[in-house]
């Protein structure tokens, strides 16, 4: 989840970079791109653990009876894969060479794949093999090729997975290969990463669910036979190990790119979901998916963090069966608990996020609906937004969520217009050493959580959020006027203005604002609250409005751009050159320093010197207007002349 440094949104640090994880390729690209090794990454000579060398994994894949017999690379071969240097030499050749080349040194080096994609310089070098075979399927003729040699490794993979999964090196390359199995683009956003901001707005409803993957940019071709060849057998082979892969932090990586790569399809996570939880039982049957002696298990994965994550994922794919079970089984009677840990309180976001049906939110209301003012103080406004986000969507407890938010916030003895202003700085308030007597901090930076939890509440009906129309429409107008400039806070205002509140309810905010539009339509935020005003607004605000905006509109000439796109770029260009040669030439060192992509240049503290300069930008916007050089003369005197002439024959001409 998003952190912005706040009590009320944990940056959960021991976490990970947060909801990155959840992600099907994950934030170690960072790792690996400044070359972290993971704590404990050579476990094996501390301890019996996963970290590998050569002859060790060549020994216990011979051990299993894994992959197919092919000719291997002689250890010289394997060894320049490794040196960074060699390694980006093997990569470009990669990118350049066609398909029988590509999938010769695939099949070649198929036995120590593994070892290659554990080795750092190594996995970069599998990493762009991968990409090459996704590029050559765009060619019919090829695909049966390319699939002899995906076979080939995973058939080597999952002789010896765990070491593989819980690598920070090979594990990015194991779901670099999961990804192309089920022909999601390797490219795509989303196999890179899926960031925190979109996972929040998913689960507040602010944007289309991922549920499925569907929407992911794909290349056209998967194999989906392999896919579930590859994730089965590496299950398979991991069971014995899977709390261990439950906590490390790369196997459960793997473990979530393989559950959100199966999304859809019920059948296959049925079968996998429990596995993945601990459970020792197959062929499991409806309501009798998790056993009930690896229920406090889960529960003290949801305080830890790779797990947390991983009981996330699970939360978002399940199928609706297996997910009630979860609910009732595992979360009831738990929830507030859960919710009031660290790493447990996304979990609990996940869990109301995804609730399927009015009986969950009732479970989930008796749980959680009286401790709204608890969690709010703890830090935990996740979790209520999440609440609230879902009371919407499933249209129930709306109006005792507006009521619980609203007591959380303003005692019975003041008045509700406290309600907005404590919100937009939600973490201040609650950390403040008399909250009783707290009062607007101008000039910080407003809480992005207590933002998102107005934004959802506004979307309820009307008569649910009364107190909180009132609250923000009675704020002064300087603090509209800064909500509107931070982004925070713009967004909580385009809110209420796209909320079901009447046009007099709305005009009450609109006219705080007056005066302002040019200003705020400046800012890259409240550039779109000027435009839901202009949208909601009667006839005689919009003139206001559009008078406001008019002197804006005129310096930028966009009237002329609208006319004549290119005359206006060229009169643009022409005018910036021309500034940049007057400056070369007359300018000092200091006004040469140009800001922004302007040349006007920052001039002497004299006076008189700066009404000069003023003067003489003034001159050469008449130049331009004229359509005369500005250094068409050699003498500056006789240009000013001629300028002022040209300006008087236009003068006339105006008043013909």
């Not at 069971?239 to 793997?254: F, W």
């Not at 998916?289 to 690896?294: K, L, Q």
């Not at 934004?455 to 603090?479: D, G, H």
């Not at 006839?539 to 905006?549: A, H, P, Q, W």
Request: glycine share 6%.
């Amino acid at each position: 989840m998003v952190s912005v440094g706040s009590k009320a949104l944990p940056s959960r640090s021991r976490r990970i970079n947060s909801f990155v994880e959840d992600s099907l390729m994950g934030e170690e690209d960072k790792l690996r791109k400044h070359g972290k090794w993971k704590k404990g990454l050579g476990r094996k000579d501390q301890k019996k653990g996963y970290g590998i060398d050569k002859d060790t994994f060549e020994k216990n894949a011979s051990g299993r009876g894994g992959a197919k017999s092919h000719k291997p690379m002689k250890q010289e071969d394997v060894s320049i894969s490794q040196p960074s240097i060699i390694s980006y030499t093997v990569q470009t050749l990669l990118e350049a060479c066609d398909v029988h080349s590509l999938c010769g040194f695939l099949k070649s080096s198929a036995k120590v794949f593994p070892f290659i994609s554990m080795d750092r310089s190594g996995s970069h070098v599998a990493e762009t093999a991968l990409k090459s075979l996704a590029v050559h399927l765009e060619d019919e003729e090829t695909y049966s090729t390319i699939e002899e040699t995906i076979r080939l490794i995973c058939e080597v993979i999952i002789a010896n997975p765990v070491d593989i999964m819980c690598n920070c090196y090979s594990s990015h390359v194991l779901r670099r290969l999961l990804c192309l199995c089920k022909g999601v683009s390797l490219d795509s956003p989303e196999s890179h990463g899926t960031k925190s901001s979109a996972i929040l707005a998913e689960r507040l409803n602010l944007r289309a669910s991922r549920a499925d993957l569907n929407h992911m940019q794909t290349h056209g071709k998967e194999f989906p036979h392999l896919l579930k060849f590859l994730i089965s057998k590496m299950l398979k082979c991991s069971k014995m190990d899977i709390n261990a892969l439950q906590v490390d932090q790369y196997g459960s990586l793997v473990l979530q790119t393989v559950l959100k790569l199966l999304a859809g399809d019920d059948e296959e996570l049925l079968k996998i979901i429990p596995i993945i939880l601990g459970c020792n039982k197959e062929n499991n049957k409806e309501g009798n998916f998790i056993e009930m002696g690896v229920v406090q298990d889960i529960l003290n994965l949801v305080k830890e963090t790779s797990s947390s994550h991983l009981i996330e994922v699970i939360l978002e794919v399940a199928p609706e069966d297996l997910y009630d079970e979860v609910f009732h089984k595992i979360f009831r009677n738990s929830l507030y608990e859960i919710a009031s840990h660290q790493c447990g309180s996304f979990v609990v976001q996940a869990l109301v996020s995804n609730a399927r049906s009015k009986e969950q939110m009732d479970i989930i209301w008796e749980e959680l609906g009286t401790k709204f003012g608890d969690l709010l103080a703890m830090g935990r406004s996740g979790v209520i937004a999440s609440l609230i986000a879902a009371s919407h969507r499933l249209s129930t407890h709306e109006h005792k969520c507006s009521q619980a938010l609203a007591a959380a916030l303003c005692s019975e003895n003041e008045s509700p217009t406290c309600i907005v202003p404590r919100m937009l700085y939600l973490e201040r308030y609650f950390c403040s050493h008399d909250p009783s007597k707290w009062e607007w901090p101008s000039g910080v930076k407003m809480h992005v959580m207590g933002s998102l939890i107005l934004q959802a509440v506004f979307k309820y009906r009307n008569e649910y959020i009364l107190p909180l129309v009132t609250s923000i429409t009675s704020m002064e107008p300087n603090q509209v006027l800064e909500a509107a400039r931070d982004a925070a806070g713009a967004h909580a205002i385009e809110a209420f203005l796209d909320s079901n509140a009447s046009w007099k309810q709305k005009r009450k905010l609109i006219v705080k604002l007056q005066g302002h539009f040019g200003e705020i339509s400046m800012h890259s935020s409240g550039s779109f609250i000027v435009e839901k005003c202009f949208t909601v607004s009667n006839l005689s605000m919009k003139e206001t409005i559009v008078s406001e905006l008019s002197a804006h509109l005129f310096s930028s000439r966009c009237l002329r751009y609208a006319a004549r796109p290119e005359q206006w770029k060229k009169k643009q260009e022409s005018k910036q050159s021309t500034f940049k040669e007057f400056f070369d030439i007359f300018g000092s060192g200091e006004t040469r320093q140009c800001k922004d992509d302007s040349f006007v240049a920052k001039t002497s503290k004299q006076t008189s010197k700066a009404t000069n300069l003023k003067q003489m930008r003034k001159e050469i916007d008449q130049s331009l207007n004229s359509g005369t050089p500005f250094l068409s003369k050699s003498s500056f005197k006789g240009h000013r002349e001629k300028v002022g002439d040209g300006s008087k024959r236009k003068s006339k001409k105006q008043k013909r």
